[in-house]
């Protein structure tokens, strides 16, 4: 299904727009709130160039699904992290069916970057909740609005936004570097 978020983004992407890349110390508190993965099965929502999904394969080892609605950026993400351990495919998780991912549950959900543009938050998260194993943790890397830094950027979530994210979790785990936050939530 090709969505208004998809055109966007795809747009975005054959422009040339990069994002952050992943930090050491975001890294570092990634494999200390989700631990090694074993061989399980993890889901990276919006993986972009897929620098996170390589992460969680080559020194996690997770066995990662990681989806995009940009052909432009999975198309990069394979070039330059494709590997045995990551399934890269083509999927708007707002939009398409959860059905059609290759696993039924996930023990690892990630979304880094991506929850503040999903254009149905709460509709988004209870998509989650149906991929996410039990006992599973979806991880959040996002930018927070913290009024001592200045007016809020356009990429900054909304405390209304962060409080619907880290709402009906019964474990939220947060660590953050200034403005920036990794969450773990557990069900």
């Known amino acids: 299904m090709t969505s208004t978020n998809t055109a966007y983004w795809e747009q975005l992407w054959r422009e040339g727009r990069r ?15 989700v631990g090694p993965g074993r061989g399980r099965a993890a889901l990276d929502i919006g993986c972009g160039t897929g620098e ?3 992460h969680l394969s080559s020194r996690l080892s997770y066995t990662v ?4 609605c940009s052909p432009t950026a999975l198309a990069a993400a394979e070039h330059q ?10 999927m708007d998780f707002a939009a398409d069916d959860p059905a059609d991912l290759p696993q039924p549950a996930y023990a690892l959900v990630t979304c880094r970057l991506v ?3 999903m254009p149905d938050k709460g509709a988004f998260l209870d998509r989650v909740r149906r991929v ?9 890397a996002t930018s927070l609005h913290d009024p001592e830094e200045g007016p809020a950027q356009e990429w900054d979530l909304s405390p209304a936004d962060a409080e619907l994210l880290t709402a009906n979790w019964s474990v939220v785990r947060r660590s953050s ?4 936050h990794c969450l773990a939530l557990r069900p």
């Not at 050491?24 to 990634?30: A, F, P, T």
């Not at 699904?65 to 995009?68: G, K, W, Y």
């Not at 570097?177 to 920036?180: A, E, G, I, L």
């Open 19 to 33: 994002y952050r890349s992943l930090a050491s110390w975001e890294e570092k508190i990634l494999a200390a709130q």
């Open 52 to 54: 996170l999904a390589g």
């Open 65 to 68: 699904t990681a989806i995009d």
């Open 81 to 90: 992290h494709g590997s045995p351990g990551i399934d890269f495919r083509l």
């Open 115 to 117: 929850f503040r543009w």
């Open 132 to 140: 996410l194993a039990p006992g599973g943790v979806f991880w959040v």
């Open 177 to 180: 570097s200034r403005t920036f």
